[in-house]
C-alpha cells in the first residue's frame, strides 16, 4: 500500500533561518506531487506542483523554492525565513485518478 | 486560478441533524469532484467523490448531490454526530491534465456537531 511521510511534524525556527522540510511516498512510482500551505486551520493554497523529477511548477511567486530530487522525494525550502510563512504545510501525492493523498503536516512558526 | 466557491463557512448542527454544505464552480472543463475531512492538526482526508457522469453518489451517512447545468455539487452528512465535527473541503480539478491535474479548493467549512 502507498504511505506518505512528512516531517517534521513541529517546527519552531527564527526569523531569517533556513527551512528545509520533506516529503518522501512509499509504494508508488512517478506521483504527482504537491505542497501546500493552509493558514489559521482554514484554505488550501497550492505553493508548488511535481509531475516528475526535477519538474517543479510554482503556483505563487515567494520566498519559498521546492525541489524534486528523486521520485519520491519532494523538498520545501527557504533561505530565509519570513514571519508571514508561519502556518501549516502539507505535501500530497496523486497518481492516476482520483483524489490527492496528504501527508500529515509540518506546523511551523516563524518567530 | 479557476474558483471554487463554498458555504457556509461555519456549521453548527444537532446530533442526528442533516449537514448540508454547497460548492459552486466555475470551470466547465472539471470533471471530477471530491469532498476532504480535515480534523485539528491533521492532513485532509478524501472522504468521497464524485464525476459528472451521476447526479448523486452515497458512502454511508454521507452523500454528493451534483448538478452539472446550475455547476454546484453538495455533501449532505445524515445522521450527523459529535465525530462529524471538522473542517469539510470541497475540491474540483480536470483529470488528465498534463499539468499535474491539480485540485482547487474551496475555502473550508467548519462543521461542528452538538451532542
Known amino acids: 500500500s502507498q504511505t506518505i511521510h512528512q516531517w517534521p511534524a513541529t517546527l519552531v525556527q527564527p526569523v531569517g533561518s533556513p527551512l528545509s522540510l520533506e516529503c518522501t511516498v512509499e509504494?508508488?512510482?512517478?506521483?504527482?506531487l504537491y505542497w501546500y500551505r493552509q493558514a489559521a486551520g482554514r484554505g488550501l493554497q497550492l505553493l508548488f506542483y511535481?509531475?516528475?523529477?526535477?519538474?517543479i511548477s510554482s503556483e505563487v511567486p515567494q520566498n519559498l523554492s521546492a525541489s524534486r530530487p528523486q521520485d519520491r522525494q519532494f523538498i520545501l525550502s527557504s533561505k530565509k525565513l519570513l514571519l508571514s510563512d508561519s502556518g501549516f504545510y502539507l505535501c500530497?501525492?496523486?497518481?492516476?485518478?482520483?483524489?490527492?493523498?496528504f501527508g500529515s503536516g509540518t506546523r511551523l512558526t516563524v518567530v | 486560478q479557476q474558483q471554487v466557491k463554498q458555504s457556509p463557512q461555519s456549521l453548527i448542527v444537532q446530533k442526528g441533524g442533516i449537514s448540508i454544505i454547497n460548492c459552486a464552480y466555475e470551470?466547465?472543463?472539471?470533471?471530477?469532484f471530491p469532498w476532504y475531512q480535515q480534523f485539528p492538526g491533521k492532513g485532509p482526508a478524501l472522504l468521497i467523490a464524485?464525476?459528472?457522469?451521476?447526479s448523486e453518489k452515497k458512502e454511508g451517512r454521507f452523500t454528493i448531490s451534483f448538478n452539472k447545468s446550475a455547476k454546484q455539487f453538495s455533501l449532505h452528512i445524515m445522521d450527523s454526530q459529535p465525530g462529524d465535527s471538522a473542517t469539510y473541503f470541497c475540491a474540483a480539478s480536470k483529470e488528465g491534465e498534463t499539468s499535474g491535474s491539480r485540485l482547487t479548493f474551496g475555502e473550508g467549512t467548519q462543521l461542528t456537531v452538538n451532542p
Open positions: 509504494g508508488t512510482s512517478n506521483p504527482n
Open positions: 511535481s509531475v516528475g523529477i526535477g519538474q
Open positions: 500530497a501525492w496523486r497518481k492516476g485518478g482520483g483524489g490527492y493523498t
Open positions: 470551470n466547465t472543463a472539471f470533471d471530477y
Open positions: 464524485i464525476r459528472p457522469d451521476v
